[in-house]
C-alpha cells in the first residue's frame, strides 16, 4: 500500500468539495493507495502540511484547489522527490492548463494511476518558490482585496467586481525593473514562468515551465485605455499586445523590481498577494515533480 496525501481548499472553487474528497480517498484506497485527508484551514496550511508529513514517508502529494494551494504545497516540496498531482479546483487553474492536465477533477484523478513524471523548475520571488509568476502592480490589488465569499459562489463572475473597483482606481505607480542588469521603466510588471495567466489568456507566449530565464513582461503608459486594450489583448491569447507594441518581455535569469513611489507595491505570487516590492526575482536550481497525462510529458 502507497502512502500519500490529500490536500484541498474548502473554500477554493464554487462547491464545498468535502464529500467529493472523501469519496475519492475511499476509491483510491482500493488501488492501493493510502491518502491522508489534509483540508487547509488558513493561508499558508498547505506548506505546513507538506513539510510536516514529508519526514514520515510518502509516495505522493495530491493538492485540489486552485493555484494558490498548490504553490502553497509547492512550498513545501521543494527539495523533495515526491510527486505531486494536481486537481484542478480552482477558478482559474493556469498550472494545469499549462501542464494538460484535465479541468475535470475525476479525470485528473487517473494521473495518479496512470500519469507520468514531468519535471517543472522552480522559481523564486525573494525566498518565496512560484511555479507560475509574480505580479506587480494592479493584478496583486485585485487578489489582495478580492471578496472569497463572492469568488467562491460566483466564480469568475464574482472576481468582476474587485476586478473593476481596482482597475479604475490603479495609479499607474513608477516602477524600476531591473533585468540581468538591465534597468527598465513599468507601471505594471510580470516575472513570468508560465505563458498562461487569468485561466485561459495568453501573457507570455514563448514562456516554458523547464525554462532556465523568465519572459518579464512590462507595461509602462499611464493611459487606462491602454491597460484595457493589454488585459483585452491576453484574453485573446494571439501575442497580439506584445505584436502591437502595448507592453514588452525581456527574458533574463534574475529580476529586481522596485518602486519608485514613497509607498511599496503590492506583489502575488502564483495568485496571492503575499509580498511588495522591492522584490527579486530568480530561476532556482531545483525542479518539482508533477504528474501529467503521457502526451504531455515532453512538451
Known amino acids: 500500500m502507497k502512502r500519500g496525501v490529500l490536500i484541498y481548499n474548502p473554500t477554493a472553487g464554487q462547491r464545498d468539495r468535502a464529500a467529493k474528497m472523501l469519496e475519492l480517498i475511499a476509491r483510491l484506497r482500493e488501488k492501493g493507495l493510502e491518502l491522508i485527508h489534509a483540508p487547509t484551514t488558513a493561508p499558508r496550511h498547505a506548506t505546513a502540511i507538506v513539510r510536516d508529513l514529508l519526514p514520515a ?42 501542464l494538460s492536465i484535465p479541468l475535470d477533477v475525476e479525470a485528473a484523478a487517473k494521473l495518479l494511476t496512470e500519469g507520468v513524471p514531468r519535471q517543472v523548475r ?48 490603479y495609479e499607474f505607480p513608477r516602477l524600476e525593473v531591473d533585468v540581468d542588469g538591465e534597468k527598465h521603466e513599468a507601471t505594471f510588471a510580470v516575472a513570468c514562468h508560465a505563458s498562461h495567466y487569468a485561466g485561459p489568456w495568453v501573457i507570455a507566449p514563448d514562456a516554458r515551465l523547464e525554462s532556465g530565464e523568465m519572459d518579464v513582461l ?11 486594450s493589454l488585459f483585452r489583448q491576453m484574453q485573446i491569447g494571439r501575442g ?17 523590481i522596485r518602486s519608485l513611489e514613497s509607498y511599496p507595491v503590492e506583489v502575488q505570487v502564483d495568485g496571492d498577494c503575499v509580498l511588495e516590492t522591492p522584490i527579486t526575482c530568480r530561476v532556482g536550481d531545483e525542479m518539482i515533480s508533477i504528474l501529467v497525462p503521457p502526451e504531455a510529458s515532453a512538451d
Not at 502529494?61 to 513545501?76: F, H, L, R
Open 122 to 169: 522552480v522559481f523564486y520571488a525573494n525566498d518565496r518558490p512560484f511555479l507560475l509568476w509574480a505580479g506587480v502592480g494592479l493584478d496583486a490589488r485585485i487578489m489582495g482585496h478580492m471578496s472569497l465569499v463572492l469568488k467562491r459562489w460566483l466564480g469568475r463572475t464574482g472576481i468582476f467586481f474587485t476586478v473593476a473597483d481596482e482597475f479604475f482606481r
Open 240 to 256: 497580439g499586445h506584445l505584436e502591437r507594441g502595448i507592453a514588452k518581455i525581456v527574458r533574463g535569469a534574475t529580476a529586481t
Open 57 to 98: 514517508g510518502l509516495d505522493a502529494v495530491v493538492v485540489c484547489g486552485g493555484d494558490g494551494t498548490v504553490s502553497e504545497a509547492v512550498c513545501g516540496l521543494v527539495g523533495s522527490r515526491v510527486p505531486l498531482a494536481i486537481l484542478p479546483g480552482g477558478t482559474s487553474n493556469v498550472l494545469a492548463r499549462e
Open 218 to 228: 512590462l507595461f509602462s503608459d499611464r493611459t487606462r485605455w491602454r491597460f484595457l
